[in-house]
Every structure is written in structure tokens, then in C-alpha cells.
């Protein structure tokens, strides 16, 4: 079976007794580690115990697809369930799997596979999210800004400290979208706040306005200000840190929104600085100058037609065969030359 996004957290705090082979994947492969420590600290009593897990990878199935049965198979030392952990999980491993899903052995183990961004033709997820009761895929997939929202609150509160609304939505805007990164970004503004009840927007400026996502807001600022140079420059930086495209587009996309509603604070007589003044979250101090400068350069008409085709560009990356980084590095550098 495959499970929705309001089924998945629900399966992660218990998981049915019943299933027997669990796929995690999807693009975020911070999301997917966490799924799966989270999974296997609920499975077994000690995750680390080499007597109750066994660790694989997808290249090891490959080489000796009977030893994925053979460990399903074996008895733990002591009693009590036995874990196979698979991990960097492929395609080839579907024939094991599927062998072991047509005559589970009897004894109380599951097999916990961790792939990476399989597309619907894979047989790995064929064989997971199909009409099987023993089965489930947990796709991971990168949040939109709501569920970011709530994350980041989640994870400041486990740390005893809240934060406004602002400065969620800020946060959920400059932080990188990979999980385990954004992690290490809210952890070390926790860190940073040890003793205080709140964090505030200037913790967040002191703490990571050198974040993985400033990087992308950088590439966003000098596209956005008419600087191919320094767009090309950042866009070759992030695309060869496999930083996604699509991204980069949302990132793209969430500025110009911005400029849009500022440029219609302006058409009610309204001052580019003030009306930047009235945006949530709040400009960063030293954005303000070069976003004023924007707004002169860009009219409401051409803020509509490049988020109609940021948005094009979006649906067309998600589609399989779509050469996305041309397309995407084209955009940009085309937004830089003419503005």
C-alpha cells in the first residue's frame, strides 16, 4: 500500500504488526533517514543490537538476492523481532522482495528499504505499493511552506522555545529544503538561544543568514536585480551541489510573490519602502535597498507573466525525460538579462 501524507505520520508513531516490508523514498533524502531511524527505533528494542538488525544495501541483494530471504528468515539471538535494513535500495532488489512477499517465513521480522528518488515506472515501488497487505511505500517528498511552517515549530518546541508567526514563515522561507539540513539549521538557532523562552527575528539574522536556502535567495536577489554574472556564477555553484530545481523555482517564485503584493501596496499611492514595510515575514535589513530597486524595475504585468512561467517550468521538471537544469538555468539567466 501506499501511504498518503496524512497517513504517514499516523504509521511512523505505530506501525501495523501486520506489514512486513516498508519502502521509504522520495527527493529528500534528509526525510528519508529520519523516517527510517524514527521506524527503526519503534521496530526493535535496540536499533544498534547486531544480534536483532541486519544491514544491507541494494547492492548486496543485488549480488546475493537469496540472502535478503535468509536474514528474514533467521532468529534473532534472545527472541523478539528481527530488522533487515537496506539501504541506497534499487530497482534490481524487486525480484528478492518479491520473492519474500509471495511466502513470508514465519518467524516475526521486516524488512525496512531505504530508496532514493524511484519515479512511478519502478518495480521497487511497484512491488511495495501494491494491492499487498504486507507492504507499504512512505514516499518523501519536499513540504510546502505550511507544512515547513509546522516543522520548524515542532522541532523549537522539542527544544522548549517558540517563535512568532514571522519568523516561522522567514524560517520556512531561507532554511534549505533538505530535512536533515534544516535540522542542523533549527538546532544550532536552538543552540543559540540556550536560556531564552522565544527566538526571535534577530536570532535567526545572527544564526544562519548563511544558510543552505540564503544561498538560493542569493541566486534570487541577483537574478531578480539584473546580474547575469553573479547569477550564473550561483547558479553553477547550486546545481552542482545537486541543489534541486525545482527549488530553485519555488525560491524564485516566493520573491516575486513578494514583489507582486508590494507593487500592489504601491498602486494605492504607497512608497516602495513602505510598502516593503508592509510585508510578512519581514525584509531583511539589508534587502531592503535592492528590493527597492526591484520594484523600479519590475511591473506588475511582468511579475504575472514570469510566475505563470515559473510555474510551467515547475510542472514541466516533474515530468520524466525534461532536461530540468537547462531549463531551469535558461529562466534565470534570462530574468537576469532583461532585468
Known amino acids: 500500500m501506499k501511504l498518503t501524507a496524512a497517513q504517514i505520520s499516523g504509521f511512523l508513531q505505530n506501525p501495523p504488526p501486520s506489514v512486513r516490508v516498508i519502502l521509504i523514498y522520495g527527493p529528500d533524502a534528509g526525510l528519508i533517514s529520519e523516517r527510517a531511524e524514527a521506524l527503526a527505533i519503534k521496530l526493535v528494542k ?7 538488525v541486519s544491514q544491507l544495501t541494494g547492492a548486496m541483494v543485488n549480488d546475493d538476492p ?24 534499487v530497482d534490481g532488489n524487486a525480484a528478492a522482495l518479491t520473492r519474500f512477499v509471495s511466502d513470508p517465513p514465519q518467524c516475526d521480522s521486516l524488512i525496512l528499504m531505504e530508496g532514493g528518488d524511484l519515479d512511478k515506472r519502478s518495480k521497487l515501488r511497484a512491488a511495495c505499493e501494491g494491492a499487498s497487505p504486507l507492504t507499504a511505500g512512505i514516499p518523501c517528498y519536499a513540504e510546502d511552506s505550511a507544512a515547513r511552517q509546522r516543522t520548524i515549530a515542532a522541532m523549537l518546541q ?52 548563511d544558510a543552505g ?26 546545481l552542482a551541489e545537486q541543489t534541486s530545481p525545482v527549488a530553485l523555482l ?60 515559473l510555474a510551467e517550468a515547475e510542472a514541466a521538471c516533474k515530468r520524466t525525460g525534461t532536461p530540468d537544469t537547462a531549463l531551469v538555468s535558461q529562466i534565470f539567466l534570462s530574468m537576469a538579462v532583461r532585468a
Do not use: C
Open 46 to 52: 535496540d536499533k544498534n543490537d547486531p544480534f536483532a
Open 66 to 89: 537469496s540472502r535478503l530471504y535468509d536474514e528474514a528468515a533467521a532468529m534473532t539471538l534472545g527472541g523478539g523481532r528481527r530488522l533487515i535494513r537496506v539501504q541506497s535500495a
Open 158 to 209: 522539542a527544544d522548549k522555545l517558540v517563535a512568532s508567526r514571522d519568523v516561522i514563515r522567514l524560517l520556512a522561507d531561507i532554511l534549505p529544503p533538505d530535512r536533515l539540513a534544516l535540522r542542523s539549521e533549527v538546532d544550532k538557532l536552538a543552540l543559540y538561544a540556550k536560556g531564552q523562552t522565544e527566538v526571535s527575528l534577530e536570532d535567526v539574522r545572527a544564526v544562519i543568514a
Open 213 to 238: 536556502g540564503a544561498e538560493i535567495d542569493d541566486l534570487v536577489q541577483a537574478a531578480a536585480s539584473g546580474d547575469p554574472k553573479r547569477t550564473a556564477t550561483l547558479l553553477d555553484h547550486l
Open 250 to 309: 519555488r525560491g524564485m517564485q516566493r520573491h516575486l510573490m513578494r514583489l507582486q503584493l508590494a507593487r500592489a501596496h504601491m498602486a494605492h499611492s504607497m512608497g516602495a519602502g513602505e510598502a516593503l514595510k508592509k510585508l510578512a515575514p519581514p525584509v531583511f535589513w539589508k534587502l531592503v535597498e535592492p528590493m527597492t530597486k526591484q520594484l523600479s524595475r519590475w511591473s506588475l504585468e511582468r511579475l504575472e507573466l514570469r510566475l505563470a512561467q
